[in-house]
């Protein structure tokens, strides 16, 4: 299958981390699914950059995203042995289906990976249940999304996921902020106090691999290479802010 990436995305990011990390940043550059500014985030933190995972709507992002996804578990070690590629209503659907493809081109041993996912509501006519695409009793899942957040979502997952018989064995997702989760309410943010971040939080909680494509150390090192000194530095500031204690 003819790459849908410009040559140039490969070669403009010139660091030491993988090829396909650098496609990858590039392309999410380039296209502005990650931006520079200030962004109000949901837990009020002031950020000096914001993701949007729901801009890789084109084939050619698409693809883009998906071999990022691929590579990422490929080169995971220990390797990864999983049975089901789970995607969480809504945004995991075409990253599982997307990811599933592009892994059994890279890997024969994928060949018989299966996706699925879930419905909001369950269905109460034909097979029914909860979950659409490959079943999950008795079979090792992972789960695939953008991001993480506070984790409510991936816990809903696992419970699911536990629900129906299945076994997870780890989480992918785009970005990794590295940052630590956002305070109580009687408490203030930026106190100083350590705190493991959403992501640390569930691979302590369910002792499983969570990777990312890319993490804030990895952004902040391209946008050096880059020469993007001011946002490398404000990202650094952010980081240094907010770092989580895992």
Do not use: W
């Amino acid at each position: 299958m003819p790459s849908h990436t410009p040559a140039s995305a490969a070669a403009s990011i010139p660091s030491p981390i993988p090829v396909y990390k650098r496609v990858f940043l590039d392309t999410c550059l380039q296209s502005s699914i990650l931006k520079f500014g200030t962004f109000t985030l949901k837990s009020g933190r002031q950020s000096p950059y914001f993701f949007n995972a729901g801009l890789f709507h084109t084939a050619r992002l698409l693809y883009c995203l998906s071999t990022a996804y691929a590579h990422t578990i490929i080169d995971h070690e220990p390797r990864l042995d999983f049975d089901v590629l789970y995607g969480p209503a809504y945004k995991g659907i075409p990253l599982a289906t997307a990811t599933i493809e592009k892994l059994s081109e890279l890997d024969p041993r994928f060949e018989e990976l299966s996706y699925s996912f879930n419905r909001k509501e369950a269905k109460d006519h034909g097979e029914g249940g909860v979950i659409v695409g490959g079943g999950l009793k008795g079979k090792k899942v992972m789960i695939i999304d953008d991001v993480v957040t506070a984790g409510t979502a991936k816990r809903e997952a696992i419970e699911l996921i536990k629900k129906e018989g299945g076994e997870l064995v780890g989480i992918i997702v785009a970005l990794d902020r590295m940052e630590k989760m956002p305070a109580s309410e009687n408490e203030v943010d930026d106190d100083g106090v350590p705190r493991p971040s959403a992501i640390g939080q569930i691979r302590k909680e369910y002792n499983v691999p969570v990777l990312s494509i890319l993490t804030l150390d990895d952004l902040i090192g391209g946008l050096k290479d880059l020469g993007r000194l001011e946002d490398a530095q404000r990202c650094d500031e952010y980081r240094e802010k907010y770092r989580a204690s895992d």
